[in-house]
Every structure is written in structure tokens, then in C-alpha cells.
């Protein structure tokens, strides 16, 4: 079982460490996992999408139909059966701002959504894949995995907003694995 993150980029922007290079090589990655993990930037890169376009949708009925078509796009051209978890996108509607994760696969979509704080932070992809894949290994199905891994998540990034915890220090997790047993 293979997940592959492909750590490039976010909020429309790439890291620092970004090349082409790097880009044709997580393509190249991406191709074989039976997961891959992107946020929104990062699926963009993957797809040769334009993030900023893409985005400009996200109080639009269709936002997330669109993301589910990039990355059914995407597992048509991998080479394994594939699952594509989109984290991290940010969605508004009747003027409530969500976090929406989002699960594509050749058999069906599925997604949760939470109450977005106004802030992100880094490491919080990581977790939702790392707790993701454990429970995966575990048979769990994916909108129950999803479920359990934002309720994990949820309350130390309320937590971390609250605390105006910087970006970059992520958020305080550690108290809350007790919710993935």
C-alpha cells in the first residue's frame, strides 16, 4: 500500500524548494500510489490546473464538483486503482466559511466538512494523512476514516486558533490522539 503526499505548495503558492524538476518527479510518484494526499495547490500542480482560476469558484454550486473532476482526471492516468484525498479546501457557502477533505475514487466520492478558524497550519495535512492511512490498514471505510480524522483535528486547530499559535508551529494535537483509538 502506497501513499504519496506531494509536498510542493500551498495557498496557491509553491515552497520555496519547488522546481520542474520536482514537479515531474512527484508526477511521476504520484502516478503509482494507491493515495495521494494534496492540498488544493498541490493538486493543481499535479493537473496542470490554474489554481487562482479554480479557486475564484469556491462560493459556486459546483466548487467541489470541480476538484472531483481534476482528480478523477488524474486517476484515469495512474496505474494502479486510486484514491485521490484533496485536504485542506476551503469552501463558503451561505456566507459560513468550511475546511472540506475530499476522497475521489474510481468508485465514489466522499467528503467531510468542518467549521474553517480562519487560520491553517502546517502540519495538519500530514496528520490528516498519517491518521488516514492508519485507519485504512485497519479496513476502516473512507468516509468513516475521514469522520474519525477530523474529529481528531478538529478541536487542536480550534485550539491553536484560539491560542494564536504561529502557522508554522502547527497545532496541539499531542492531547487529542485518544480520539483515534
Known sequence: FY????????NGKQYQMFSDELLHGMKKLTLRADVITPNLTELCLLAD????????????SDYLGRIQSICEELIAKASVPQTVIVTGIITEENNEMSVTNLAVS???CKSVKTLYTGMSFSGTGDLFASAMFGYWIKGVSIQEAMDKTSYFL????????????????GIPFEKYLSRLL
Not at 501513499?3 to 500551498?10: K, N, S, T
Not at 490546473?49 to 459556486?60: A, G, I, P, Q
Not at 478538529?154 to 508551529?169: G, L, S
Open 49 to 60: 490546473e490554474n489554481y487562482d482560476v479554480l479557486v475564484s469558484h469556491n462560493d459556486s
Open 154 to 169: 478538529q478541536d487542536a486547530i480550534r485550539e491553536a486558533t484560539i491560542e494564536n499559535i504561529p502557522r508554522n508551529q
Open 3 to 10: 501513499l504519496a503526499d506531494p509536498v510542493m505548495g500551498d
Open 106 to 108: 474510481k468508485e465514489e
